[in-house]
């Protein structure tokens, strides 16, 4: 049985744990890590059937088949070259942390070099699996448009660094525009699904990224519209929030455990 560690135990890490435990995932959970105790102890206490140990990165990677970082753009840059140099096969959610093209390509030589694999599930979007279809004849161009409720912005860099206070907004306003790898930089933790288009189309430069801020919302809305020689589609998805972290959208949580049970599968549908 593939054995699972779950880097990060938050709104995401959670769920997964969750679903490996509940049977959902035909997988076993040998280890987990947070930097916070309280996270830690929170997900342990929701499990029946599993009780997995408490190991840094460097310990969890000699005794796991896939490590599942749900944490940080941060902590990409250490779980997945330690997973990696370890042969351990890693699944990324804080996508956003490969619009640093030096941790790209290091992580890519390494996992071709050891033999890895590095998944990256869709996350809170759909869509990706017709923008891989298309990517194999030419795209013209891969658009995305973000729509959330203040709380699903709260905090980001780009809103502190321009002192826009955000729950004062009373309208639909655009915050942000411009390139994949400035939007993943400017809301770390809002649009990795902005960096998850752009490694499945036209590249971080060349994907085109509008934030905006709507109090009326209650759900998360992603707009993507892709062109292409394949004609053209648009996807939208009004995502319900997590409710333990309004930034991320539940469906995120739901992707990662389909692309697990994906890999524990014989049958396997979709691109
Ligand atoms: N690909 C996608 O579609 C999506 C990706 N995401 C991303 O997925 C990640 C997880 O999201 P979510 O579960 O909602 O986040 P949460 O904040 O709910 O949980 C993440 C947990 O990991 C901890 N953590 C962060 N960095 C480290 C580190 N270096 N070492 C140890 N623990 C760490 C956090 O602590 P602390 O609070 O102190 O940081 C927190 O306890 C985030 O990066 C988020 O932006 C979210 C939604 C969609
Ligand atoms: O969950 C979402 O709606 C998207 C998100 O936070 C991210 O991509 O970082």
């Known amino acids: 049985m593939l054995k699972i560690g779950v880097f990060g135990c938050g709104a995401i890490g959670g769920e997964i744990c969750r679903a490996i435990d509940n049977g959902q995932i035909e997988a076993e959970l040998y280890a987990i890590y947070d930097r916070h ?12 059937n599993f009780d997995p140990q408490i190991m840094e990165i460097v310990e969890m990677v000699r005794e796991v088949d896939l490590v599942v970082e749900c944490a940080s753009q941060q902590a990409v840059y ?9 042969k351990c096969d890693v699944m990324v959610v804080s996508v956003g942390a490969f619009a640093d093209t030096q941790l790209l390509e290091m992580t890519e030589n390494i996992a071709r070099e050891k033999n890895c694999r590095i998944y990256v599930p869709s996350g809170a979007i759909c869509g990706i699996d017709g923008l891989i279809s298309a990517s194999a004849a030419g795209l013209h161009s891969v658009t995305l448009t973000t729509e959330k409720p203040p709380g699903g912005l709260r905090g980001a860099p780009f809103v502190l660094e321009n002192n826009i206070d955000i729950d004062s907004i009373t309208g639909r306003t655009v ?44 759900r998360n809305i992603h707009e993507i519209a892709v062109e292409g020689e394949f004609g053209r589609f648009t996807s939208r998805v009004e995502n319900v929030p997590s409710p333990t972290n309004p ?7 739901l992707s990662v455990i389909s692309t697990l049970k994906k890999l524990t599968q014989s049958f396997n549908v979709g691109t």
């Open 37 to 48: 105790d309280e996270s830690l102890n929170r997900v342990k206490s929701s499990l029946e």
């Open 247 to 253: 930034k991320t959208s539940y469906l995120a949580p």
């Open 78 to 86: 250490e779980v997945v070259p330690t997973a990696l140099h370890a």
């Open 175 to 218: 915050l942000f525009e411009g390139s994949a790898t400035e939007a993943v930089q400017a809301f770390p933790a809002n649009v990795n699904v902005a960096a998850t288009l752009s490694l499945a189309g036209i590249g971080f430069d060349n994907t085109r990224v509008r934030i905006v801020v709507n109090p009326a919302l209650t």
